[in-house]
């Protein structure tokens, strides 16, 4: 069997999650939770047996007091077919592997049971990755590993069907928060508990000189209103059904029992009388 490879230092993750609760700043935690509730209510059922999948477990809970609340290992504590509701809340683009998180999601669903994840997106951080990697490329001639790479809405939702999700739905939303300085948002970043957890990364302390040059460098290619910059998350919300033979599934090819022509009122064109592409 091959290895999954691994992006996380998992150690280094609870490490950074545990310090952030001394002084936390997790207002976008707060953000997904939301999110999750919004969606809910459009959703119109009710859930009496909701589990949820998440780095900061007392924090969720708060949302969700009635929720059998986990921590996002990659063996989760879910029991197959309990539960009605499963939400990931937060914490899927830390996992090494995504799909095996899913796919042991669906099975603690029960059967036409829903599935609901928020994790940061692609474009999540994009002004301190290229930031950093200007400014170290200038100092070192290099790059290292020090922003967590994050899947793109269209890859994530492929990893619904990956997983087996029936009616699998991808979209997100972006969120831009203004900082004082690139200091001030590093600072906030472990306030989150998303600091650097990448099993590839540094493990020695960056010259501070790096640092110099990273407020220089934000502060002219991402200024934001009264002198301080801009940083960017984008939220990616998947959402999918344990398969049901109750629900609702696509029409096999050449069953229809109208034309699409008397729908739209329109007249139909053979495709011989069509006009011919022009050749490039």
Not at 235 to 262: C, E, I, M, N, Y
């Amino acid at each position: 069997m091959t290895e999954t490879p691994r992006l996380t230092d998992r150690i280094a993750l609870r490490r950074n999650r545990h310090r952030a609760l001394n002084a936390p700043a997790l207002f976008l935690q707060d953000d997904a939770i939301d999110e999750v509730k919004e969606r809910l209510i459009v959703v119109n059922r009710t859930f009496t047996k909701t589990a949820i999948v998440t780095g900061f477990p007392d924090h969720w809970s708060t949302g969700f007091p009635e929720a059998q609340v986990v921590t996002d290992e990659p063996l989760l504590d879910l029991a197959e077919g309990t539960h009605d509701l499963v939400i990931h809340g937060l914490a899927l683009h830390w996992a090494d592997d995504p799909v095996g998180q899913l796919v042991q999601c669906r099975r603690a669903l029960q059967p036409d049971g829903l599935f609901i994840a928020v994790m940061f997106g692609g474009q999540t951080l994009a002004e301190l990755r290229a930031v950093l990697a200007e400014a170290e490329a200038r100092l070192t001639g290099g790059l290292s590993p020090r922003v967590l790479p994050m899947a793109e809405i269209r890859d994530a939702g492929a990893l619904l069907q990956r997983a087996g999700f029936a009616l699998p739905v991808a979209d997100g939303y972006g969120r831009q928060v203004h900082y004082r300085n690139a200091r001030h948002l590093m600072h906030d970043l472990r306030a989150m508990g998303e600091g650097n957890a990448l099993a590839a990364r540094h493990k020695t302390p960056a010259r501070r000189a790096l640092f110099d040059m990273v407020d220089e460098v934000y502060a002219t290619s991402f200024p934001a209103p009264g002198g301080r910059i801009t940083a960017s998350f984008e939220f990616v919300v998947l959402t999918g059904w344990a398969p049901d033979a109750s629900q609702q599934k696509p029409l096999r090819p050449g069953s229809a029992a109208s034309r699409l022509a008397d729908a739209l009122n329109t007249a139909e064109m053979p495709l011989s009388d069509a006009e011919p592409k022009t050749k490039i």
